[in-house]
């Protein structure tokens, strides 16, 4: 099993953990991905594009500082995408139960999976 797999199977063990991926920022491409429950290429593409968005804002408003990590908040799910540092153009995407899950324990857990995230 790679270190990829390794590190997006971590994640699933969170409560209410639905679905996990990486995610190529340049096209939206998936390097890999764990769960089910939604369309994850459809997911990943849109995600790929709040990212991008988010990027150009940081930069138009002259902010000299990169993104941590963006939650986006649903009725009933929280996704949470966090840009790896050591690996240019590159995400991390969660989903998770809103009812279900701990975000601060998710939030937690994604940034130490970033950390086994170097080659890809």
């Given amino acids: 099993m790679s270190k990829l797999t390794d590190s ?3 994640l699933m063990t969170l409560d209410g953990a639905i679905c996990a991926a990486v995610v190529d920022t340049r096209n939206g491409m998936i390097l890999g991905h764990v769960g089910s429950g939604i369309d994850i290429e ?11 968005a988010k990027i150009k ?5 002259g ?3 990169v ?3 963006i939650l986006i908040t649903l009725e009933n799910q929280y996704h949470i995408l966090r840009p790896l540092q050591k ?3 590159v995400f991390i995407y969660l989903v998770l139960s809103r009812r279900d899950s701990n975000l601060a324990l998710a939030r937690r857990r994604v940034m130490d999976v970033e950390g086994t995230v170097e080659n890809i």
């Fill in 8 to 10: 997006l199977d971590s």
């Fill in 42 to 52: 459809i997911a990943a593409a849109g995600n790929t594009d709040v990212i991008k």
């Fill in 57 to 61: 804002t940081i930069k138009l408003l």
């Fill in 63 to 65: 902010i000299n500082e």
């Fill in 67 to 69: 993104i941590e990590d």
């Fill in 87 to 89: 690996v240019d153009s």
